[in-house]
């Protein structure tokens, strides 16, 4: 329930952060930005959050399965410290 709950969380600050951007764009640079504000580059960016935050989900299931079986040295400082950062951020 933590790792939605994480997930949800990032996901909206990220996508709060792109709608903050385009209304920036809208703003200051309407004719400038106009050929990039497309409903194709908007499905683009979407699905690349959607993957980041797979990504980001994968991580932390990682982190805590390594958590729990602690018998891969390593890679468990490198999942920990990840997982760590970007619970952080």
Known sequence: MRLLLTANT?????LLSCVVLEVYLITFL??????LRTVRNARLISRMIWMLVAAECALFVMDDNLRAS??????????SLAATLLRFF
């Open 10 to 14: 990032h996901m909206s600050c990220v």
């Open 30 to 35: 309407p004719l400038e930005s106009w050929p």
């Open 70 to 79: 602690s018998s891969l040295g390593q890679l468990f400082q490198l999942s």
